[in-house]
């Protein structure tokens, strides 16, 4: 066993350390919160959820394992502590949550590896098939940047560039604190189609697929996939860029994974979720500065929202709610989360702010500490009663981990 200090190392735009401790007191801070709350009785008796140890999916598996009470499967790929090198905070929010979940009486599951894979498709579906009552929910939470395809073997690396044209903008160096101006060259054909084949629709339709086969799911099986639109300023990046491309993907696959479940009466969803910083979002150009500016321009007006608090929405106002509120749904039939970053008035005010800002004026218009503070806090870095100074043991180890990477 291994007790040490450990201190945020930041590269860029990761964190290479992860403070177990830290990690679990981000997820009992929002399991507390979840529990304080009342959820549908008609929410899921047990979920799959695929990305589940960090950002909107561990969210998601928070929500339903303790707001919804289900029992719940865990796909993800993290790294146990090796030696000197802590474990992924990943693994250390998905060993808290496990030991949470067991202390109350629900069952849970974890499948580490990769998820892009068949291997990891059938072990899951043995461990429902052995574990568990068939599936009510089904999350689809995965952001990778890259994809092995599982039939023909082809490695795909996704990229974030623009399409068509070049793009010049603004940007935030996080681990500075500098605003820069960034060029960024259009994607070639070729990083087009493997950033589709990587976050697009076909591995969401190949795990439904496999489930469907094997008769895991349950009558009235629901399935989530998240998207992001964002506004005019990153498009260029998002929407309309490499990322959008797939996520477009994404959305023209519900409509085979109806199919696929009509005989269930289930039903396939997008889920588009406001901006927050995860390790994913942390990665894209020009999305920190803008999540700076939204962040303080949300806040200002009182309606911020973290992940967990979007997922507590999504669970009770959306997927398992009797009455759906105006704007939940919109034209494209996608859940809409999104409506208040959207809101035209905070929008107006973000734009107003990107034009201004300035590395010298960025803490005034921005709020780089609040997306510093959150980024360290994906690593378990800043929790209020983890000392940093403490020794913390390093090792740890998943009690349900169904296989198959550590
Ligand atoms: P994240 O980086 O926090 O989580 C990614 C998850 O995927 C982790 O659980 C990780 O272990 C898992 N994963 C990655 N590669 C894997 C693999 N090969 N096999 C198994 N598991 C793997 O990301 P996030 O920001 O929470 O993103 C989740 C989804 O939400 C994505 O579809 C993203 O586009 C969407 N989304 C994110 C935002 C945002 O602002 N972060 C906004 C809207 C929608």
């Given at each position: 066993?291994?007790?040490?200090?450990?201190?945020?190392?930041?590269?860029?735009?990761?964190?290479?350390?992860?403070?177990?401790?830290?990690?679990?007191?981000?997820?009992?801070?929002?399991?507390?919160?979840?529990?304080?709350?009342?959820?549908?009785?008609?929410?899921?008796?047990?979920?799959?959820?695929?990305?589940?140890?960090?950002?909107?999916g561990?969210?998601?598996?928070?929500?339903?394992?303790?707001?919804?009470?289900?029992?719940?499967?865990?796909?993800?790929?993290?790294?146990?502590?090796?030696?000197?090198?802590?474990?992924?905070a990943?693994?250390?929010?998905?060993?808290?949550?496990?030991?949470?979940?067991?202390?109350?009486?629900?069952?849970?599951?974890?499948?580490?590896?990769?998820?892009?894979?068949?291997?990891?498709?059938?072990?899951?579906?043995?461990?429902?098939?052995?574990?568990?009552?068939?599936v009510?929910l089904?999350?689809?939470s995965?952001?990778?940047?890259?994809?092995?395809?599982?039939?023909?073997?082809?490695?795909?690396?996704?990229?974030?560039?623009?399409?068509?044209?070049?793009?010049t903008?603004?940007?935030?160096?996080?681990?500075r604190?500098?605003?820069?101006?960034?060029?960024?060259?259009?994607?070639?054909?070729?990083?087009?189609?493997?950033?589709?084949?990587?976050?697009?629709?076909?591995?969401w339709?190949?795990?439904?697929?496999a489930?469907?086969?094997?008769?895991?799911?349950?009558?009235?099986?629901?399935?989530?996939?998240?998207?992001?639109?964002?506004p005019?300023l990153?498009?260029?990046?998002?929407?309309?860029g490499?990322?959008?491309?797939?996520?477009k993907?994404?959305?023209?696959?519900?409509?085979?994974?109806?199919?696929?479940?009509?005989?269930?009466?289930?039903?396939?969803?997008?889920?588009?979720?406001?901006?927050?910083?995860?390790?994913?979002?942390?990665a894209?150009?020009?999305?920190?500065?803008?999540?700076?500016?939204?962040?303080?321009?949300?806040?200002?007006?009182?309606?911020?929202?973290?992940?967990?608090?979007?997922m507590?929405?999504?669970?009770?106002?959306?997927?398992?709610?009797?009455?759906?509120?105006?704007?939940?749904?919109?034209?494209?039939?996608?859940?809409?989360l999104?409506?208040?970053?959207?809101?035209?008035?905070?929008?107006?005010?973000?734009?107003?702010r990107?034009?201004?800002?300035?590395?010298?004026?960025l803490?005034?218009?921005?709020?780089?500490?609040?997306?510093?503070a959150?980024?360290?806090?994906?690593?378990?870095?800043?929790?209020?009663?983890?000392?940093?100074?403490?020794?913390?043991?390093?090792?740890?180890?998943?009690?349900?981990?169904?296989?198959?990477?550590?």
């Amino acid at each position: 066993m291994a007790r040490r200090v450990v201190e945020p190392k930041i590269r860029g735009f990761i964190c290479t350390t992860a403070h177990a401790a830290g990690c679990a007191a981000h997820v009992q801070e929002q399991v507390a919160r979840v529990e304080g709350k009342k959820f549908p009785s008609s929410g899921p008796g047990t979920a799959l959820i695929i990305g589940a140890s960090t950002g909107y999916g561990l969210a998601s598996r928070i929500v339903a394992t303790f707001g919804a009470g289900a029992d719940s499967l865990g796909v993800f790929f993290e790294r146990p502590a090796q030696g000197e090198r802590t474990a992924s905070a990943g693994w250390y929010n998905s060993v808290a949550l496990e030991r949470m979940a067991r202390e109350r009486g629900r069952r849970v599951w974890s499948v580490n590896g990769d998820a892009f894979s068949d291997a990891v498709k059938l072990r899951s579906v043995e461990l429902l098939r052995r574990e568990f009552r068939p599936v009510d929910l089904v999350i689809y939470s995965l952001a990778s940047p890259q994809r092995t395809h599982p039939r023909t073997g082809q490695l795909f690396r996704s990229v974030l560039k623009p399409v068509g044209q070049g793009f010049t903008s603004k940007t935030l160096h996080t681990d500075r604190g500098v605003v820069d101006t960034v060029h960024l060259e259009p994607a070639s054909e070729e990083e087009i189609a493997a950033t589709v084949a990587v976050m697009g629709g076909e591995d969401w339709l190949l795990w439904m697929e496999a489930l469907a086969a094997a008769g895991v799911l349950a009558d009235g099986v629901k399935s989530v996939a998240y998207g992001y639109l964002g506004p005019q300023l990153t498009w260029p990046i998002y929407r309309d860029g490499t990322i959008g491309l797939a996520k477009k993907d994404l959305e023209r696959t519900v409509d085979r994974i109806d199919a696929l479940l009509r005989p269930l009466q289930g039903k396939a969803h997008i889920a588009v979720n406001k901006a927050v910083v995860t390790q994913a979002s942390s990665a894209i150009p020009v999305v920190p500065l803008y999540i700076s500016l939204l962040f303080r321009a949300m806040k200002e007006r009182g309606c911020h929202e973290s992940c967990g608090e979007q997922m507590e929405r999504l669970f009770a106002e959306r997927l398992y709610a009797k009455n759906l509120p105006d704007g939940a749904v919109d034209g494209e039939g996608r859940l809409r989360l999104d409506g208040w970053e959207m809101d035209p008035a905070v929008q107006v005010e973000v734009l107003r702010r990107w034009q201004l800002v300035t590395t010298e004026n960025l803490r005034e218009l921005g709020d780089p500490d609040g997306y510093g503070a959150d980024f360290l806090r994906l690593f378990g870095f800043g929790l209020p009663g983890v000392d940093p100074l403490e020794p913390v043991e390093t090792e740890s180890f998943l009690e349900t981990c169904g296989g198959l990477a550590g």
